[in-house]
């Protein structure tokens, strides 16, 4: 029996240090690794159960075929070499008309950055494959920040143990932070004072001292007018704004037309409200704010972010390491992208850009000038865009059609999968070599693999070294090894002797200094200015507003309209995206797909809790359970995600309702700004 020790590999701020136990070559159990601090030995209940997802008896062992119509997931085992013959003889045939019209498609369902995207752009970079625009997270956030601070960094995430007021705004950190949680109750222990901004009153929500529940879409709105009150106090850190911003005079001026009465109105909330939460944030210090990706999912969702960003350079909350504002830390991980990916493989040639937010749309365009070939081929891994992506009716119509060919590349027969002509089996994180970064902390992990590949699984790196093969690639980089790979990814001065003895190591400075504890105490922001940039001239040179301003979303529920619900559809608790909804034990907990209700809509609507219900919108229809409760606001309900298609209760799951228009700022999904209908079914 004997341990070794890995990395978390899913779509987490956490990213968590693991200890795999493995017994005559089988894993037999997954723990949180109590020498990572972060960690501290704890694990969410979706990874303790790592061991029965890897040894899942539904795991894909071998390459299959289609061999039923598309999407009817009928398939038949194959060899590798077939599977590959066949493979890169389509994919020849489509580059030798024009590479473009092959997509790799791809997301975090590993954040490794050697399973990620090492071999794989390396590969599709050779070939001159149209690249993909990775949208679907926090583009929007992002790029805000970039446009803010100059980069995504803040907060460091252990230094909230001793902020004394927490605001957690669009996160449901019990759900999706969890190890950030037992910091903030550290805090709270401390005398921190916790409030929660999100519609929904989620289990976390429920848990702060105050929860302020607006409406989907508004946080823009709420900052600026706590702007407005730190303004009309005068609870302003004259000096840091002086020093250490940009665009003070014009910020203050759009500040001063958002009266709390005015936001309150936007919000669906009071103006005492926001009055008190402005005086929380400029009286108590340290003050900090943990924002995620939750609420910039928005058309305004860039904006939003923007505006809160500027909070803490207001009242100069920066000036203590347990002040200021965490989106994420990953502008401070080095990833050396050109080693990895090798962009130089492109030789010159400069392919489209698709962005995948819209693959229904872009799956579905013919040929024209304007947007090149029609997409032919698709690569996918560590993604399942059917379930995911925005306005499924579309990305399933695009997926289904007949002279799509289609490889996949996975652990379990997914909903995209059944769309494959080829579903190539993939090796799990306890069976591969990867690094990490992380957005949520700032400790590079290195996970060695516990056990040998299952079946004839093998690795995304090894597959796609073996379709460079056979396309007749013969750079030498399609011949490094994973290992060459983990030490390429983050280049010096990182400390690689301690991680690769011990699993994890603290991220050091360019100059090989630890991290500063308070990034922007003297200001020193990484943005053209070297400001907190409350007025962007970026976004003004691109026509945009260089002030963060309220943009309201794209569907606005009102009362006597077609559709008269806004709807959101955050994560489930016991499910990452749509990674474990194939887990009988953690299906058993989430039970089945619900509609949070609030029970007056359902009262309107003639709902009991429990009943079968039609969400619907002039995109499509959803069928679920009415689960009515105080977690939804009057005029919002709440699908939780992200069911498997064909898992649900009629095929399809809530993204057959969102739709694939884009945010403000990074061309990012709005999942959350969607309006729609609902009736029993009868
Ligand atoms: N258990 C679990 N953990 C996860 C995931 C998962 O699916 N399940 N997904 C992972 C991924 S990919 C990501 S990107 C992160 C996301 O991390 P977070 O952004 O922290 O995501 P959520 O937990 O979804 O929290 C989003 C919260 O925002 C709220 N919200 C929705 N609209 C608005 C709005 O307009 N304004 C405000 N203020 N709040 C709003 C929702 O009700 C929800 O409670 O979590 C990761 N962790
Ligand atoms: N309505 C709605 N839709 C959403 C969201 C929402 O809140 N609401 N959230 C959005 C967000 S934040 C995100 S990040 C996206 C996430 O979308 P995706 O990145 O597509 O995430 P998952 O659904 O977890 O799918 C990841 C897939 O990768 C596979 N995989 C994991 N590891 C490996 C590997 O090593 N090799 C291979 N080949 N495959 C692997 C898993 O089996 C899984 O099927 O969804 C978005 N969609
Ligand atoms: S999903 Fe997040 S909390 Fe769960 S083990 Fe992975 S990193 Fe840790
Ligand atoms: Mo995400």
Redesign the pocket.
């Known amino acids: 029996m004997h341990n070794v020790i890995g990395a978390c ?1 899913h ?1 987490c701020p956490d990213t968590c240090s693991l200890v795999t136990t493995v017994e005559n070559g089988k894993a037999i159990r997954v723990q949180g690794n109590p020498a990572h601090p972060m960690t501290d030995g704890v694990l969410c209940t979706k990874v303790s159960r790592y061991t029965e997802r890897t040894y899942h008896p539904d795991r894909i062992l071998q390459p299959l075929r289609r061999t039923g119509p598309k999407g009817s997931g009928q398939f038949t085992p194959v060899s590798w070499d077939e599977a590959l013959n066949d493979i890169a003889n389509r994919l020849g045939a489509i580059a030798a008309q024009d590479p473009q019209a092959i997509l790799p498609y791809s ?4 954040m490794g950055q050697v ?1 990620g995207e090492a071999m794989a752009m390396r590969f599709f970079h050779k070939l001159g494959a149209s690249l993909l625009d990775r949208t ?3 583009s929007a956030g992002s790029e805000a920040l970039a446009y803010t601070f100059g980069a995504k960094m803040g907060m460091r995430v252990e230094f909230f143990a001793e902020s004394k007021l927490i605001i957690i705004w669009g996160s449901n950190s019990i759900g999706s932070n969890l190890h950030f949680w037992r910091i903030a109750q550290e805090a709270k222990r401390n005398g921190a004072k916790l409030i929660c901004i999100d519609p929904r009153k989620s289990e976390t929500a429920e848990k702060c001292h105050e929860h302020i529940a607006l409406r989907p879409g508004t946080d823009a709105a709420l900052a600026l007018a706590m702007m407005h009150v730190l303004i009309q106090n005068d609870w302003l850190d004259h000096d840091y704004i002086a020093q250490h911003t940009l665009g003070w005079d014009a910020l203050r001026e759009r500040a001063l037309q958002w009266s709390p009465e005015r936001a309150a109105q936007i919000c669906g909330i009071t103006s005492q409200q926001i009055e008190s939460l402005a005086r929380d944030w400029a009286t108590t210090k340290p003050a900090a704010i943990r924002l995620n ?1 939750g609420m910039q ?1 928005v058309k305004g969702g860039g904006n939003a972010v923007r505006a809160i960003a500027c909070l803490p350079a207001l009242t100069g909350a920066w000036r203590h390491r347990a002040g200021g504002v965490l989106l994420a830390n990953s502008g401070n991980f080095p990833v050396q992208r050109a080693a990895l990916q090798r962009p130089d493989l492109l030789a010159g040639r400069k392919p489209r850009t698709i962005n995948m937010s819209r693959i229904g749309n872009a799956l579905l365009q013919a040929a024209s000038h304007a947007f090149g070939p029609q997409i032919q081929a698709m690569v996918v ?5 059917v ?4 306005q499924s009716s579309e990305v399933v119509q695009g997926f289904a059609r007949e002279d799509l060919f289609t490889v996949v ?4 027969q ?1 909903d995209t999968a059944d769309y494959a002509d080829y579903i190539l089996p ?4 306890l069976e ?1 070599w990867d690094i990490h970064a992380t957005y949520g902390h700032t400790d590079i992990l290195l996970n060695r693999p516990a056990i040998a590949p299952m079946g004839e699984c093998k690795t ?1 790196t090894d597959i796609f070294r073996a379709l460079a093969k056979r396309m007749g690639f013969t750079d030498s980089c399609f011949e490094e090894d994973d290992e060459t790979l983990c030490r390429t990814a983050f280049g010096p001065p990182q400390d690689m002797q301690e991680l690769f003895a011990q699993g994890f190591t603290h991220l050091k400075s360019p100059s090989g200094q630890a991290l500063p504890d308070a990034p922007f105490a003297e200001g020193k922001f990484p943005s053209p200015s070297g400001k907190c940039e409350f007025f962007s001239q970026r976004l003004a040179d691109m026509g945009q507003d260089g002030l963060p301003d309220y943009i309201a979303n794209y569907e606005v529920p009102q009362a006597n309209a077609e559709f008269p619900l806004a709807m959101i ?3 489930a608790r016991n499910f ?4 474990f909804v194939n887990l009988q034990s953690l299906r058993d907990i989430e039970s089945e797909p619900v509609l949070e209700m609030h029970p007056a809509d359902a009262q309107a609507r003639n709902i009991q809790h429990g009943d079968v219900i039609r969400v619907f919108n002039q995109r499509g229809t959803y069928h679920c359970k009415a689960q009515l409760n105080d977690r939804a606001r009057p005029g919002v309900v709440n699908g939780l ?2 069911w498997w298609r064909k898992l649900g209760l009629n095929g399809t799951n ?2 057959e309702l ?1 739709s694939q228009k884009l945010t403000d700022i990074g061309r990012a999904p709005v ?1 959350y700004d969607c309006c729609v209908e609902v009736a029993a079914l009868k």
């Open positions: 590999p779509d997301y975090a369902g590993t399973q679907i997270c926090s990706y999912r891994y560590n993604s399942n865009p379930a995911v992506a925005p590349l996975e652990h379990f997914t993939a090796t799990t994180q591969h995304n559809s955050p994560p990452l995206n749509s990674s995600g992200i809530v993204n969102t999942f």
